[in-house]
């Protein structure tokens, strides 16, 4: 089993993907552990010895920050926040996107400006390593002061509240503790904030959909190639030297790649009648590209993010100070997480204009490609449901960031709605998975009225491969089974062989 230890190192995406898998498990560092312990003991010095009040340590939160709170009463202080803010609804978050809140919310602790106990973040680190996620709902987060709702959810287990999901079964957390011998926590000053105030639930989301979205930029390309190939697409519009006299980075790539994937294709060297290709073919590398450049300036912000300290007040005994500030706006995250949506639902724009086109019954393909158009539907309808769901990601694109709703009676007067703004992300990026998978078939099933013999090894291995789960359709079935199919082809290959 594979031991990531947590330091002040920076992470970047390859340990996302890393973190992900099941069998990683979390450490912390030495480094890491005289960090924390030396942050707690400054804050337990600062609140014996100095008078002066501290933000959400001995006062109360938000507008509720000029109401004193004794010496007595701090750690009740601390579990209320916890139990007052948990007040999530709507759908479950998936487990994955949860693992990932745990694993970033340790990392932000571990950098020693929280005032954490080192038992506290101890207990995140064995619910991490033992598969213990507590249950997280989608809405609730302003993605202001963090995403306070969302990461009480996930907070409330560790004091034996609350539910969590072990071994694929929800049960309540006080059970799993029970059974893995461990006493709830009872917090002490300052903890509950540093577990709740942070960006953990907006960046987890964009993490992971970054870290997908990478993989899905790449099918893209190949898919779309593919759709070329079968087509009978010109190749002219994907040479260098057009691009190269534009300059911009993602265009020369997907460029690049299309002439690698059709490498050693002599049905796209056939002489060809048709002087131009519909926008959607000849602009691939200009659309592709532009989604590939965006993708790489998010994930900038987000390897900042995720890099960082987000909750508040923090902590410097270095030199000695306190600092009630703001690190928990999720604006930055906010306008990356809209223009992430953007991004993706453009590959799925241009995805499905291919799919009509290949169903057109032009450039010698059938209509609906199928032997017996009339008697067959064949892939008539696949299309209409590419485009209700890029219709569906085009509502999803309207921006969260531009909105914001005062709250805690004006104490709070500007939020970033970076929250909401995940959550249609994450559902953009399994839209744009399904229409790549419609477009996989589609394009497949016309390669079936082509000389496959012809076309490049690495579109022969797709295909090859393809073949394996979904069959090439003779006559009308019952589609969506096999469209399913074609989404776990995706979701289960390393698109990268395919371009070896």
């Known amino acids: 089993m594979d031991v990531h230890h947590i330091s002040s190192k920076n992470i970047d995406f ?37 008078k002066e009040p501290i933000y959400g340590v001995t006062t109360g939160f938000g507008s509720l ?60 680190i064995d619910f991490f390593n033992h598969g213990i996620y507590p249950v997280v709902y989608k809405q609730g987060s ?27 079964v929800k049960r309540p957390a006080n059970e799993v503790l029970n059974e893995m011998g461990w006493q709830p926590l009872e917090l002490m ?20 959909i970054l870290v997908r979205a990478f993989d899905l930029s790449l099918w893209a390309d190949l898919i779309g190639a593919l759709s070329l190939e079968a087509y009978m697409g010109r190749l002219e519009p994907f040479f260098e030297q057009v691009h190269r006299i534009r300059h911009h980075a ?6 690049a790649n299309i002439r690698k994937i059709l490498e050693g294709s002599s049905l796209v060297r056939v002489n060809r009648q048709y002087i131009q290709d519909p926008y959607s073919f000849r602009c691939i590398p200009q659309v592709h590209g532009a989604s590939k450049d965006t993708l790489r300036h998010v994930a900038g912000i987000f390897k900042n993010e995720i890099n960082a300290v987000t909750d508040n007040p923090t902590l410097f005994p270095e030199d000695d100070l306190i600092i009630s ?14 223009f992430l949506a953007i991004s993706l639902t453009g590959l799925a724009n241009i995805s499905e204009r291919r799919v009509y086109r290949l169903i057109s019954g032009t450039r010698e393909l059938p209509s609906f490609l199928v032997a017996s158009p009339g008697l067959n539907s064949g892939f008539m309808i696949p299309q209409y449901t590419a485009a209700s769901i890029v219709s569906q990601n085009k509502q999803l694109c309207t921006p969260s960031s531009v909105d914001s709703i005062e709250s805690s009676q004006g104490q709070e007067d500007h939020v970033s709605m970076g929250a909401n703004a995940a959550v249609k992300a994450f559902d953009v990026l399994h839209n744009l998975e399904k229409v790549l998978a419609i477009e996989l078939m589609t394009a497949s099933q016309a390669m079936g009225f082509r000389d496959r013999e012809k076309t490049s090894p690495a579109l022969s ?9 979904v069959a090439f359709v003779e006559n009308d079935q019952v589609m969506y089974g096999e469209m399913d199919k074609s989404c776990s082809f995706i979701r289960n290959h390393h698109v990268e062989r395919f371009f070896s």
């Open 14 to 50: 390859n340990v996302i993907s890393k973190v992900l898998d099941s069998n990683v498990r979390l450490a912390l560092s030495d480094e890491s552990r005289q960090k924390v312990i030396r942050c707690r003991e400054y804050l337990d010095k600062r609140i014996v010895n100095h």
């Open 65 to 124: 920050c000029n109401h004193s709170i004794s010496h007595e009463e701090l750690g009740i202080l601390q579990r209320n926040l916890v139990m007052s803010h948990a007040c999530g609804m709507g759908e479950e978050v998936p487990p994955d996107i949860v693992r990932l809140m745990l694993f970033l919310k340790i990392q932000s602790l571990a950098y020693g400006h929280s005032g954490i106990r080192l038992e506290s973040l101890e207990r995140l």
């Open 142 to 168: 302003l993605g202001a002061s963090g995403d306070l709702v969302p990461l009480a959810h996930l907070s409330l287990p560790l004091l034996g509240l609350g539910e969590v999901v072990h071994k694929g």
């Open 189 to 208: 000053a300052k903890e509950g904030l540093a577990l709740l105030n942070g960006t953990q639930f907006m960046g987890a989301y964009g993490a992971y």
């Open 250 to 255: 993602g265009q020369l790539e997907t460029a």
């Open 325 to 338: 500030a703001g690190n928990f706006h999720g604006q930055p995250l906010a306008l990356g997480l809209d």
């Open 461 to 469: 291995d797709l295909l090859k491969e393809f073949r394996k789960t």
